[in-house]
């Protein structure tokens, strides 16, 4: 999540909702998406994970978007639901939280009428133990915390099985594995589904956990702490800016796009996560 409190916590951004639209929100389809006040400046609000995102997006609020007469109105979401909900409400003209194969389940899931631009950073899953230091070192039944949101357990168990930890049966990915195409087990290990926010905080409890990264950025993990971690490069996982598919060529939502592909957003994400936790996909 992050530290410039210009956010607030999803309990409130929810509380919103419960109270209509807000004053620059956009009920789904409308093509104006945000516009400039008097002064030329363009507010935005945008729904964000608290980190790495909402301080990627800060760092863009206070050191980029005065220039570009841009303001941004950043709310922070705990979990993984609300920022598409709100998205297609019009409480926010823009999130950024997912990657693509997410955003695809959740639309063709919901029927969101979005679009998103290119990606801007990847978040490399890894496994965290406070058992062991070594994925070798795993014990024969060992239980491994696995996170329970379809699009990405695949994801965790590519990762396992591109360790040699487990098998996946043939035609099983990143991008369609379950627990249930496991095909070899040496370890006869056993998968705890649990909800990816929980994952981090229930690491003592189990005997290692596939995290999500910007959960085990909030929870201080590192991947230099970690048993095994995903390779970035090429990754389909790179998280982006999505906007209502009527807004998609607004001038201020493309303006706040750009700035998230400048170079010295690359330079802030490698300066705060010069241990890869973060990488820029851009």
Known sequence: ??????????????????????????AEGDSEGPTADDKGVTTITVGASPTPHAKILEYVDTELAPAAKIDLDIKTFDDYIQPNVQLSEGTLDANYYQHLPY?????????????????????????????????????????????????NQGRALQLLADNDVITLKEGKDATNATIFDVADNPKKLTFKETDPAQLARSLQD???????GNYAIEADLSTTDALVVEDGKDSPYANFLAVQKANEDNPGLKKLDELLHSPEVKAYIEKTWPNGEVLPAF
Do not use: W
């Open 103 to 151: 955003y695809e389940e959740q639309v063709e899931d919901r029927g969101y009428d979005f679009a998103h631009y290119k990606g801007i950073h990847i978040e490399p899953f890894a496994l965290y133990s406070d058992k062991v230091k070594d994925v070798k070192d795993l014990k024969s039944g060992a239980q491994i915390g696995i996170n329970n949101d379809p699009s």
């Open 1 to 26: 999540m992050s530290p410039f409190r210009s956010t607030t916590r999803a309990a409130a951004v929810i509380v919103v909702t419960s109270l209509g639209l807000s004053a620059c929100g956009l």
């Open 206 to 212: 189990l005997d290692a956990a596939v995290i999500n």
